[in-house]
């Protein structure tokens, strides 16, 4: 027996909103007009799970190709996918900003048994949020 094709033009509108999110990230990321440099804010919000991995290699072939791609995320699985050299962590320091790069020499014997993420979320990378009481 044949399977029978759609007879019909699948609509945006009939997509949910996860692949209309995945389809305008890939759009983006592998798309021939990417800008210089792309800031994505928790770019894996409301993606599937088997997704993420696939938005992490868009945004490294769009990083290979000569731009910039800097992804904000508090997501351990998308953190998870990126190695040590990949990754820059922002941290607050007496009102300031600060980025540094995880010491791989430190954690290099950690990541034969966790990924970076679960780094990340043992508070072993950096980034975890403070309380700063008000400056005078």
Request: charged share 20%; net charge negative.
């Amino acid at each position: 027996m044949e399977a029978a094709g759609l007879d019909r033009t699948f609509l945006a509108r009939e997509a949910i909103d996860c692949t209309l999110r995945f389809i305008c990230l890939a759009t983006l990321l592998l798309g021939p007009d990417l800008p210089g440099t792309v800031v994505l804010d928790e770019p894996e919000l409301g993606l599937h799970p088997a997704a993420i991995g696939v938005l992490a290699e868009m945004a490294r072939v769009a990083g290979r190709s000569g731009h910039r791609v800097i992804l904000a995320t508090q997501s351990v699985p998308l953190v998870s996918h990126f190695n040590l050299r990949e990754i820059i962590i922002l941290d607050r320091t007496e009102g300031a900003t600060q980025a540094s790069r995880p010491d791989e020499e430190f954690l290099g014997a950690f990541l034969e048994d966790y990924s970076t993420g679960s780094l990340w979320e043992m508070n072993l990378l950096g980034g975890r949020p403070t309380h700063e009481g008000p400056t005078s």
